[in-house]
């Protein structure tokens, strides 16, 4: 058995289905990624970045963006169930499955 491979892939970032649009979302090469590629819609699962602490699990509807020098294009989200606001950085440039462009552009600009 190849326990090389084994072990490799535990360590692999799990995709995931949208909630929103039903498709699989793979696993991004930053361990960052929150939100569908395809649609930009998170869900409410963390209370900061990655920590999966929030048990409000409502789906967070892309609301607008925000141009940081040093992250690139920051993407604003607003949960449909508590009205949280928050902010993730956008995979725009990933390999596997990059955020799509038109749809991050077609959001509000933020200051
Ligand atoms: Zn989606
Ligand atoms: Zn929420």
Avoid: W
């Avoid at 084994?6 to 696993?27: K, M, S």
């Avoid at 900061?48 to 789906?59: A, E, H, Q, T």
């Amino acid at each position: 058995m190849d326990r090389t491979h084994l072990a490799r892939f535990t360590d692999i970032n799990e995709g995931f289905v949208c909630e929103h649009c039903g498709r699989q979302v793979p696993p991004s090469k930053s361990s960052c990624r929150n939100h569908c590629p395809y649609c930009l819609y998170s869900k409410h699962v963390d209370n900061n970045p990655g920590d999966r602490s929030s048990s409000c699990g409502g789906l967070m509807r892309p609301v607008g963006y925000e141009l940081s020098g040093k992250k690139g294009i920051v993407l604003i989200f607003k949960c449909e169930k508590c009205g949280v606001e928050k902010k993730n950085i956008s995979a725009y440039e990933d390999p596997i499955a990059s955020d799509d462009y038109d749809l991050i552009l077609s959001l509000t600009p933020r200051e």
